[in-house]
C-alpha cells in the first residue's frame, strides 16, 4: 500500500507562485499514474493534473493548462505541482493520488480510479 503525504500549500496572492509536493512510500510500480485532485468548499473533488510514474505521459484540466505544471523525481519518490499565475478559482484543498495501474491508459480523470490519497494541503489565494 502507497503513502502519501502532501506538503508546500499555503496563502498566496493572485498572479504569484506556489510549488506542492507530494512524497510516496512503499512500492510504486512501472504502471503507476500520479495525479493531483482539488477540492473546494461545497463543490466536488475535481482533476487538476496527472503523470505517469515513468513515460513522457501528463495531462491537465482546461483550466490550469499554460498556468500549472506536473512533474515528478523518481528517485525521490516525489511528485510535484508547480502553480503559476494563480487565481482566487483555485484556492482549494489540494490532494495527491496514486493509481497503481495504468491498465493500457494513462488519462484518468475520475476520484474513483485512483487507488490511495493524500491528506490534502490548503492552497489560498487572496485576490
Known amino acids: 500500500q502507497v503513502q502519501l503525504v502532501e506538503s508546500g500549500g499555503g496563502l498566496v496572492q493572485a498572479g504569484n507562485s506556489l510549488t506542492l509536493s507530494c512524497t510516496a512510500s512503499?512500492?510504486?510500480?512501472?504502471?503507476?499514474?500520479m495525479a493531483w485532485f482539488r477540492q473546494a468548499p461545497e463543490k466536488e473533488r475535481e482533476f487538476v493534473a496527472s503523470v505517469s510514474w515513468h513515460g513522457p505521459f501528463s495531462h491537465y484540466a482546461d483550466s490550469v493548462k499554460g498556468r500549472f505544471s506536473i512533474a515528478r523525481d523518481n528517485f525521490k519518490n516525489t511528485m510535484f505541482l508547480h502553480m503559476n499565475n494563480l487565481k482566487s478559482e483555485d484556492t482549494a484543498v489540494y490532494y495527491c493520488a496514486v493509481r497503481a495501474s495504468s491498465s493500457g491508459s494513462w488519462n484518468f480523470r475520475v476520484p474513483d480510479e485512483y487507488d490511495n490519497w493524500g491528506q490534502g494541503t490548503q492552497v489560498t489565494v487572496s485576490s
Open positions: 512503499g512500492r510504486m510500480f512501472s504502471g503507476a499514474v
